[in-house]
């Protein structure tokens, strides 16, 4: 069978309270025997935290302020981030990034908390993990004042110019169940840009792959995503999961 990285599953959240157990046992019957864990913010760290511990051998957290997550008290949020960095071994700093389609009155506190921790990535030399919805060109304004971090630009929403653009600066592009949707764009995306440069993510309990759209997410849908992937680019299941195994594995030296 082949081995799998979910590069961002949401594990922790709520949704999986009354099953997390059998959803970890799914995924680990379907060869995803990794999963990474982006952070949101300090009301939910702990959760994710606890998580990892129970699967230690599986599971690894990422710290950041999730661009959502950015309110009035932005900097005692980013103050947290910089303490557990100093205090615990992280793999990479994220979810971090920008996110202006729900409100953008808080944009330039979305863009300082950012930057902030693009900062402290690059000063741990640690990847990033990077959401960009409705504001991929300022991700990238952001991304060039930090020359050297790399990461992965995750559910990616840009077109295969950004996609280019992202891989010369040493960006992984994330892939999900978005590239499964009725003409979804990223699926040409994947197409132009090739395996090399991508890794596999679900961001469960959202954006559900075909044909469960609708339903709760969950990594042991991984495969899904792969095989698609697979007959998109005419490539072997078997080649797609390692090649992609292999770039998260080594973006997060885990």
């Not at 995924?27 to 982006?38: D, S």
């Not at 996110?99 to 900062?119: H, K, N, P, V």
């Not at 991700?139 to 653009?165: E, M, Y």
């Amino acid at each position: 069978m082949s081995s799998f990285v979910d590069t961002h599953g949401h594990l922790y959240a709520e949704e999986f309270d009354s099953d997390r157990d059998e959803v970890v046992a799914r995924a680990l019957a379907q060869g995803v025997e990794t999963i990474i864990l982006p952070d949101i913010d300090s009301s939910t760290r702990e959760r994710m935290y606890k998580l990892e511990a129970e699967y230690k051998d599986n599971m690894y957290a990422l710290i950041g302020v999730h661009p959502t997550s950015i309110k009035e008290d932005y900097k005692q949020e980013i103050r947290l981030v910089e303490k557990e960095l100093l205090q615990r071994n992280f793999i990479g700093v994220g979810e971090i990034g920008l996110d202006y389609y729900w409100d953008t009155s808080m944009r330039d506190e979305q863009i300082y908390s950012f930057e902030y921790q693009l900062g402290l990535a690059q000063d741990l030399h640690l990847p990033v993990v990077i959401h960009s919805r409705k504001s991929i060109d300022d991700i990238f304004i952001s991304l060039k004042r930090f020359s050297g971090v790399q990461g992965i630009l995750h559910c990616f929403p840009g077109d295969t110019n950004h996609a280019k653009r992202a891989i010369d600066m040493g960006f992984k592009i994330g892939v999900g169940g978005v590239v499964t949707f009725k003409n979804a764009k990223l699926a040409e995306v994947v197409k132009e840009i090739g395996v090399e440069n991508i890794v596999l993510e679900t961001d469960a309990p959202y954006l559900t792959p075909a044909p469960h759209r609708g339903k709760r997410n969950e990594s042991s849908y991984i495969p899904i995503i792969g095989n698609f992937i697979a007959e998109l680019t005419e490539q072997p299941i078997e080649q797609v999961a390692q090649i992609t195994t292999n770039n998260a594995k080594s973006l997060f030296k885990i």
